[in-house]
């Protein structure tokens, strides 16, 4: 007895150091997993030492082997089995590194099933193996049954799985209970339902959730310009951005790159500019994303040459969605040349074009009028690169046929292609028929497109502005009189400019600006001018036969006109530069005639981007040929 007493401190003293050293050899195993070469020890591996190894197992599917290797998660598997020191985290890494195996993704839920007692993580690491799939929401049940609650990183996992399901039902259930459990206003879980409402296209919601996070990070800002962006709340998304840099937050690739692309939707130009020199200080300049959104902001912003610039720049990296975004904006200026031979130079460097790639060359074509061509791609689309077209790819291809005169032709594609065509074909086509002055034709379309879309403002209006070019007045007020009983609202055309960073909106006879009185004045001033050099009101889309002097004054007070008025009136452009106007709705006839004669009288360009298209109008012309 006295023996074994004195042996006590002994045995203590000999077991700590056996647990020393079986962690210091965990800890130079880190260092060496680093480098995914595992130091093989014949000490009995301790918890930090199996934590290693799991670490180090390359998360990709292992080729097939008869006998599993030292990092084969299988190997590092029975070795935790044999092991008396193995704890819950073994397994719970376990099944995340099983579960990122496509070959042996069912191991994970064998590993679970072997935790006596299941924690938060182990379920959280269950519930993550099984991300995007319905099994994912039944093994949350079953958490709740067991029962355990989640934390935020449970609550992320399937905030993000119920968006990949359209599980709106289930994730409002599951906002409700981190409303019970306090972890919706915390960042990360936060983050994960801010993107949730944003893909179901439910930003107001998310906003309300932003709001209730009292200590928002870099990543919920990032959501929140990213799904406001992505929601057509541009505005909005810029604002969040400036917000972000006002509180010190450090920008992100994705705050960026969001940014960016609500500053493109816009087509604010020194917005894109602002946040360029931005993306430059904060050392994203090259990152890929921001690029491929640099170039992208620039496109749609008219400037591809700036856009150009930054594709050079950025060529070394830049992945498929840069080079789609750079066709685009060749494409949407109806520069199909530049497009095709971006086409090219991409399959050069080994890039293997995408549905997006073709549909870019596409609408090229569509905004040249060149069906010819459009027909020839769509066919080697389908025959040279087994790519399926898309409804978006064939109304193109019906769009630009229409445009050319081919009417019928068109009509009977879009009822013979392999989709039902919707709403935009014949949108397509109802817009083609009133370019030609196809009255009833144009009428027909415009009925199957309220079949579709009865509130659709824009079917009524142009059908009305055809029929006002044809004289038929007693139609046109029929027309009215269903707008009137459908209750359906007209969408007032706007035209903005960019002024120094801020945008100036204007709407048709529009009184509401600080500068009212000397915009009119400068516009009727510009007006008298163009008259000299033979300028003459088109009158096809007016719909009331009214005096001619009212008639030229609903034409002079068009917000696009408004909005040139103003920009030459405060110097919006050096001398040399170009007029840059964005329309919500499609340039009408008078405005893109007059536009023509201006450019004569303030010998600039002007650049217009309307619903459309891009219209560029210099010394006397339009880069659209009239097609629009």
Known sequence: MRLMGCCKPVILILETLQTLKTLLMGNIMCKHCMNRSVLLVRLFPGISVFSCLLGSAPPRPLPPSPSPTKTDPRAIHARAIKSVATDNATFNNLVTLYSKLESLASYSVRVFSQIRSPNVVSWTALVSAHSNTLLALRYFVSMLRHPTLPNNRTLASLFRTSAALFALPFALSLHSLSLKLALSSDPFAGSALLSFYFKCRMPDHAHKVFDEIPDRDSVCYSAMIVGLAQNSRSVDALLVLADMRHRGFASTEHSVSGGLRAAAELAALEQCRMIHGHAVVAGFDSNVVVGSALVDGYGKAGVVENARQVFEDNLAWMNLVGWNAMMAGYAQQGDHKSTSELFDSMECQGLVPDEYSFLAM?????????????????????????????????????????????LEQAERVALTMPYEPDAAVWRALLSACAFHGEADKAWSMARRVLELEPLDDSAYVIVANVLSAAG???????LRKMLRVRRVKKQGGRSWIEIQGKVHVFAAGDWKHKRSAEIYRKLQEIMGEIEKLGYVPIWDELLHNVEEEKRKEALWHHSEKLAVAFGVLCGSAPPGKPLRIVKNLRICKDCHEAFKYMTRILQREIIVRDVNRYHRFVDGNCTCRDIW
């Open 472 to 478: 038929r007045w007693d139609d046109v007020a029929e």
């Open 362 to 406: 596409l609408t090229a074509l569509y905004n040249a009028g060149m069906f010819l061509e459009a027909d020839q791609w769509l066919t080697r689309m389908k025959v040279d690169y087994g790519l399926q077209p898309t409804l978006v790819h064939y109304t193109c291809f019906v769009g630009a046929m229409a445009r050319a005169g081919h």
